[in-house]
């Protein structure tokens, strides 16, 4: 696919995740705070466990409220980008070795996400990427000074699908203003969604930040990027653009 086509009446079909997109508990109220997770379900299996125990010591990082060194992070000094929630790690790892010359600081809470990544770490080789168990949330808070971040990942976040639980959608302005904080001028916000609502909802709040420019400058599209290169078709896109479903990228920069 070489280009994401606009929205288009009806074409709202969800992408189809993990359980962390199953939605709120009915009557729980909207968090004070936001989070950049929901806590799920799932099972570590035998491979996922090996691979914490062989592979965690090197590329999982300990949360500290205190800035990162990235460098000695990574052993390297290289353009930073962060990635929020990986689910299974698919995309991250492929992009990762797609773009070698830079470092992958990655944050995911769900466990067996955590062991799939890393088991693909050791048998794909992969050495750009580090990972923070963690809410991002907070390693964005305290982890990641001003103007540290080359580029932003964030792929298919929970679409929150019911109207009284939209407010729980990870895309909203104080958090975007909190990114654009952490990026460097010339950076960049990489969304992805297949949710038409949540897309619309994306382009509103990211158009709105006066930080940053939209780098889709074909009308035709809506204000919608094409799929960059890096970015490969997960399995659970290629079973909804089969199934007609439209997915949108958007892609803002901070101008330099």
């Not at 079909?13 to 962390?20: F, S």
């Not at 109220?29 to 950049?36: D, E, G, L, M």
């Not at 001003?146 to 699908?161: A, Y």
Request: charged share 20%.
């Amino acid at each position: 696919m070489n280009a994401t086509p606009s929205p288009t009446p009806g074409d709202t079909a969800p992408h189809q995740p993990p359980a962390d997109a199953a939605g709120a508990p009915q009557g729980v109220p909207h968090p004070k705070t936001i989070k950049s997770f929901v806590k799920r379900a799932g099972r570590t299996t035998t491979g996922q466990a090996k691979a914490f125990a062989d592979l965690g010591p090197r590329f999982l990082l300990p949360y500290a409220p205190q800035a990162l060194d990235a460098p000695a992070a990574f052993g390297r000094s290289a353009p930073l980008i962060l990635e929020i929630g990986f689910g299974m790690g698919e995309a991250t790892a492929h992009i990762a070795r797609v773009r070698p010359d830079e470092n992958f600081l990655c944050c995911e809470v769900h466990e067996p996400g955590v062991g799939a990544l890393l088991k693909r770490i050791g048998e794909q080789a992969i050495a750009n990427i580090r990972i923070l168990q963690h809410d991002a949330v907070e390693v964005l808070d305290h982890m990641l000074p001003e103007g540290t971040l080359d580029g932003v990942h964030i792929f298919f976040p929970d679409p929150w699908h019911k109207k009284k639980h939209n407010k729980r959608r990870l895309i909203q302005p104080p958090l975007v203003a909190k990114l654009v904080s952490r990026l460097k001028p010339g950076g960049y916000i990489h969304c992805a969604t297949d949710w038409q609502p949540y897309a619309e909802q994306m382009l509103e709040v990211l158009t709105a930040e006066p930080l940053l420019a939209n780098t889709a400058t074909d009308a035709g599209l809506g204000g919608y990027a094409p799929k960059p290169e890096y970015r490969p078709l997960t399995k659970f896109e290629n079973r909804g653009l089969r199934l007609g479903h439209g997915v949108w990228d958007l892609v803002f920069r901070r101008p330099a």
